[in-house]
C-alpha cells in the first residue's frame, strides 16, 4: 500500500498520541489501585515485564509470510526483517536513549503518583518540544525556521493552559520536576532514537521495532540500577517491590506495556520522516486525546471528580485549541524541492558535494550519472525566503555550470 510521506507522518504521529492517551488512562489505574502510590516499584516491574512483553511482540512479527517477508514489514514498518541482535554502530545511540527512557519513566511515574489526572501530566510533559527546538538550532545543520519557532511556542504554551487540571489546581512542584527531570530525559530519548531510525543496517533503513525492544532493554538496566541506587542511599526497598509487582500484578503491568510498544514504535517510525521537535508537536494531541479517558477515570472515581468552574474549563479549552492551532500551522508550512546541478569539468566531485551539504535546508545529497551530476534534496518551511538563501548559497558555489530546481507537490511512501 503507497500512501504520502506527509500523510504517512501525521498518520503515525497521531496514532502515537491517541495510544499514548490510553496508555496514561492504564497507567493511572495501575497507579491508584494496583501498585498503589509507588513510583520506583512501578517502572521496574515495567521494564522487566516489557522485555517479556516487547520480545514476544517482535518474535510474533518476525514470523515470515509469502514473498519472504515477515509479519512485521508487511503491517507495522517494511523496514522490518525479523528480530536481531544490536550492531556494532548501534550501541552508543541506545546507551543513551536507554538513559533517557530510564530518567523519563520514572519522572513520568511520579508526576502521575502525584497529579494522579492523565489529562494534566501528558499536556505537562509536551514543555519539551522547546528544549527539542532549541537543541536541534544547535547541533543540527537544518535550523529551525520562524514558522517552526512559531508553531511550537503555540503548542507549548496552549500545553502548559492544558495541564491545568479540571480538578482546578496546578503543581510548581511538578512543573519544576517536568523542567530538571522529564523535558531534558525526554530530549536524550528522542534525539537518540530518532539518530538509530536514520542508521543504515545491511543496506536498509533500520526498522523501529527492533529499536523499540533494545531500548526497553537498555532502558530496564538503568531504571534498575537507579532504583537500587536510591534504595542503598534512602534504605528502601523498592526494587523488591518492583520485583514482587512484577509477578503479583503482572496482567496489568503487561498490558500497559504492550500498548505502549505500538506507541513508541509509530512514534518512532514518525522520527525517521520528520524533526524530532515536529514530531513532538504533532504527537502533543495527546492533549485532546487524554480529556475523555480522564473523564472515564474520573467517573468510576480512580481520580478525583471535575471541577465545574467554567474559568477552569475554558483555559483548558484555549490551551487545547492553541495546541491544535501549531500543529496544523506545522502542517501546513513545510516545502519540499528537489535541485538538478551540472558541474563544470575539472571540479573535484567530493569538493562540490560537501559546499553543497553546508548549505542549511539540504537534507540529501546524491551524485548521479546521466544528464545531471548531483541531485539535491530541499526541505524548508518558508518557500520565497528559503528559496532566495539556497539558490543564493548555489549560485556562489564556483564548480556549479547550471541548475534547475523542482518543487515537490506529492511524495508517496510504503505503509
Same mark, same amino acid.
Given at each position: ?50 522485555? !517479556?512483553?516487547? *520480545?514476544?511482540?517482535?518474535? @510474533?512479527? %518476525? +514470523?515470515?509470510? $509469502?514473498?519472504?517477508?515477515? =509479519? ?54 509536551? !514543555?519539551?518540544? *522547546?528544549?527539542?527546538?532549541? @537543541?536541534? %538550532? +544547535?547541533?543540527? $545543520?537544518?535550523?529551525?525556521? =520562524? ?269
Amino acid at each position: 500500500m503507497k500512501i504520502r510521506r506527509k500523510y504517512l507522518f501525521y498518520t503515525l504521529a497521531f496514532a502515537s498520541a491517541i495510544i499514548a492517551a490510553a496508555v496514561s488512562a492504564i497507567d493511572a489505574k495501575i497507579i491508584n489501585d494496583v501498585i498503589i502510590n509507588d513510583p520506583l516499584a512501578f517502572a521496574v516491574s515495567c521494564f522487566i515485564v516489557g522485555i !517479556i512483553i516487547s *520480545l514476544v511482540i517482535v518474535l @510474533i512479527f %518476525s +514470523i515470515p509470510i $509469502k514473498k519472504g517477508k515477515s =509479519l512485521g514489514s508487511k503491517v507495522i514498518d517494511p523496514s522490518f526483517r525479523r528480530i536481531r541482535l544490536v550492531r556494532k554502530e548501534e550501541i552508543k545511540y541506545h546507551v543513551v536513549a536507554g538513559l533517557g527512557n530510564a530518567l523519563l519513566t520514572v519522572g513520568y511515574f511520579f508526576l502521575l503518583s502525584d497529579l494522579k489526572d492523565p489529562s494534566v501530566v501528558l499536556p505537562f510533559s509536551q !514543555i519539551v518540544i *522547546l528544549y527539542l527546538l532549541t @537543541i536541534e %538550532s +544547535i547541533t543540527e $545543520k537544518n535550523m529551525p525556521t =520562524l514558522s517552526e519557532i512559531q508553531s511550537s511556542v503555540i503548542v507549548t504554551f496552549g500545553a502548559i493552559l492544558g495541564s491545568i487540571s479540571l480538578t482546578g489546581s496546578l503543581s510548581l512542584t511538578s512543573m519544576s520536576f517536568v523542567f530538571l527531570l522529564i523535558c531534558p530525559a525526554w530530549v536524550l530519548f528522542s534525539i537518540y532514537q530518532r539518530k538509530l531510525k536514520l542508521l543504515k543496517i545491511d543496506g536498509r533503513p533500520n526498522d523501529s521495532l527492533n529499536i523499540r525492544f533494545w531500548n526497553v532493554v537498555f532502558a530496564c538496566v538503568f531504571a534498575v540500577m537507579i532504583v537500587m541506587i536510591y534504595d542503598v542511599v534512602m534504605n528502601s526497598a523498592h526494587f523488591i517491590a518492583g520485583l514482587t509487582a512484577s509477578l503479583e500484578h503482572f496482567g496489568w503491568v503487561a498490558l500497559t506495556m504492550g500498548v505502549t510498544f505500538f506507541s513508541y514504535v509509530f512514534y518512532i517510525r514518525a522520527l525517521g520522516i520528520g524533526k524530532a521537535s515536529i514530531t513532538q508537536a504533532v504527537r502533543a494531541s495527546t492533549v485532546l486525546f487524554a480529556i475523555p479517558f480522564s473523564l472515564m477515570l474520573s467517573y468510576f472515581n480512580i481520580i478525583p471528580p471535575f471541577t465545574t468552574d467554567p474559568i477552569m474549563i475554558l483555559l483548558k479549552m484555549m490551551g487545547t485549541i492553541l495546541v491544535l492551532l501549531g500543529i496544523v500551522s506545522f502542517a501546513l508550512a513545510l516545502v519540499k524541492a528537489y535541485i538538478f546541478i551540472k558541474v563544470k569539468p575539472g571540479y573535484p566531485i567530493d569538493e562540490t558535494m560537501d559546499n553543497l551539504w553546508k548549505i542549511r535546508g539540504v537534507t540529501r545529497v546524491a551524485a548521479v550519472a546521466g544528464p545531471y551530476d548531483f541531485i539535491v534534496k530541499i526541505r524548508t518551511r518558508t518557500l520565497v525566503k528559503g528559496y532566495e538563501r539556497i539558490i543564493r548559497k548555489i549560485e556562489g558555489i564556483e564548480a556549479i555550470k547550471e541548475y534547475k530546481w523542482e518543487s515537490v507537490l506529492k511524495e508517496w511512501e510504503d505503509i
